[in-house]
């Protein structure tokens, strides 16, 4: 039985549920945890932290409280690394405004971290992934390549150079360009993680019954993800995400595989991906380098097409 209360729930892909506690109010949920992508503990309770807090903001909600979400092997992982992988959470959730009050550890085989996130939102205030439209700018807030860097590191192939620099862009907090959207007023929104940027993006357009285009001369990708692309030091989820996406994208005859799979690759704490109506892009791009998220570029925009395609451009 439908519960009239519930805004989003499972009949929707978007990033988190909505559930309406008054006519002026309603609580945004979501939860996400997962196994470590970095080595050092602290770090991961970081980008675990900022990586579950996303979602929230991908649909303009304001988060206020989590609970911890932890399991470990007690015989293999020390204390030290779970207090580290705790305070990272915790620092993480502390700069964001969001308090930690409570949580549930259990036994695993590997160590796993994450958050239950709950906020609020007004009912008519929701930023879904289905209300594009025909015209919109997509505006991309942080560079791809996280997937195959994160592969590189557990494969001890990558310098720490290059681990430093994901990390910085895992651990930024979406928060900032979500105030910014919500600040200029914009169409559509989801965050960039699992499915890639075509995964997700094709959702947006899926939701929203339009097509996409894509300019890949105009994508933010880290330096080094080109060369473990065409190193084939690549995630499992980035080749199913390719798989998956093939079909629903027309690709211009130049685009080589190394392209295709950066497009595809899997990210942790991705950034926002937005769809703004064209005559607010540029005014989106200053709230956003005001906010202190300098590298948001616009990478392409929304297109008629009830096949729901999105075109990729060299």
Same mark, same amino acid.
């Given at each position: 039985?439908?519960?009239?209360?519930?805004?989003?729930?499972?009949?929707?892909?978007?990033?988190?549920?909505?559930?309406?506690?008054?006519?002026?109010?309603?609580?945004?949920?979501?939860?996400?945890?997962?196994?470590?992508?970095?080595?050092?503990?602290?770090?991961?309770?970081?980008?675990?932290?900022?990586?579950?807090?996303?979602?929230?903001?991908?649909? %303009?909600?304001?988060?206020?409280?989590?609970?911890?979400?932890?399991?470990?092997?007690?015989? #293999?992982?020390?204390?030290?690394?779970?207090?580290?992988?705790? /305070?990272?959470?915790?620092?993480?959730?502390? =700069?964001?405004?969001?308090?930690?009050?409570?949580?549930?550890?259990?036994?695993?085989?590997?160590?796993?971290?994450?958050?239950?996130?709950?906020?609020?939102?007004?009912?008519?205030?929701?930023?879904?992934?289905?209300?594009?439209?025909?015209?919109?700018?997509?505006?991309? &807030?942080?560079?791809?390549?996280?997937?195959?860097?994160?592969?590189?590191?557990?494969?001890?192939?990558?310098?720490?150079?290059?681990?430093?620099?994901?990390?910085?862009?895992?651990?930024?907090?979406?928060?900032?360009? #979500?105030?910014?959207?919500?600040?200029?007023?914009?169409?559509?929104?989801?965050?960039?993680?699992?499915?890639?940027?075509? %995964?997700?993006?094709?959702?947006?357009?899926?939701?929203?019954?339009?097509?996409?285009?894509?300019?890949?001369?105009?994508?933010?990708?880290?330096?080094?993800?080109?060369?473990?692309?065409?190193? /084939?030091?690549?995630? %499992?989820? &980035?080749?199913?995400?390719?798989?998956?996406?093939?079909?629903?994208?027309?690709?211009?005859?130049?685009?080589? =595989? =190394?392209?295709?799979?950066?497009?595809?690759?899997?990210?942790? #704490?991705?950034?926002?991906?937005?769809?703004?109506?064209?005559?607010?892009?540029?005014?989106?791009?200053?709230?956003?380098?005001?906010?202190?998220?300098?590298?948001?570029?616009?990478? %392409?925009?929304?297109?008629?097409?009830? /096949?729901?395609?999105?075109?990729?451009?060299?």
């Amino acid at each position: 039985m439908k519960n009239p209360n519930v805004l989003v729930g499972f009949n929707s892909v978007d990033d988190a549920g909505v559930y309406k506690i008054r006519e002026d109010l309603a609580l945004v949920q979501t939860v996400d945890f997962f196994p470590p992508v970095v080595d050092d503990p602290y770090d991961f309770g970081r980008i675990a932290a900022a990586n579950a807090l996303s979602d929230i903001y991908a649909m %303009g909600g304001k988060p206020l409280s989590a609970l911890n979400l932890l399991g470990f092997p007690p015989k #293999s992982v020390p204390l030290w690394a779970v207090d580290e992988i705790l /305070r990272g959470g915790a620092d993480k959730t502390q =700069e964001a405004d969001v308090a930690i009050i409570g949580g549930h550890t259990l036994k695993t085989k590997e160590p796993l971290y994450g958050l239950a996130v709950t906020g609020t939102i007004h009912p008519d205030k929701i930023i879904s992934n289905a209300k594009a439209k025909v015209g919109d700018s997509l505006v991309l &807030t942080k560079p791809l390549g996280i997937g195959l860097i994160t592969t590189a590191i557990k494969k001890e192939q990558v310098e720490e150079k290059w681990v430093a620099e994901a990390v910085k862009i895992m651990i930024f907090l979406n928060k900032f360009a #979500s105030e910014a959207m919500l600040d200029v007023g914009i169409n559509a929104c989801t965050d960039i993680t699992g499915y890639g940027l075509l %995964g997700h993006l094709w959702e947006l357009v899926q939701a929203s019954n339009v097509g996409a285009r894509v300019f890949l001369s105009k994508v933010p990708v880290i330096d080094y993800a080109w060369e473990l692309a065409k190193q /084939r030091v690549v995630p %499992g989820g &980035t080749l199913a995400n390719l798989k998956f996406i093939q079909d629903k994208a027309d690709w211009d005859r130049d685009i080589s =595989e =190394e392209a295709k799979l950066i497009l595809s690759d899997a990210q942790t #704490s991705g950034g926002l991906l937005i769809a703004v109506a064209k005559e607010k892009e540029q005014k989106l791009l200053g709230r956003l380098i005001s906010k202190g998220v300098p590298n948001s570029v616009v990478i %392409g925009d929304i297109v008629e097409d009830k /096949r729901c395609k999105i075109q990729v451009k060299s």
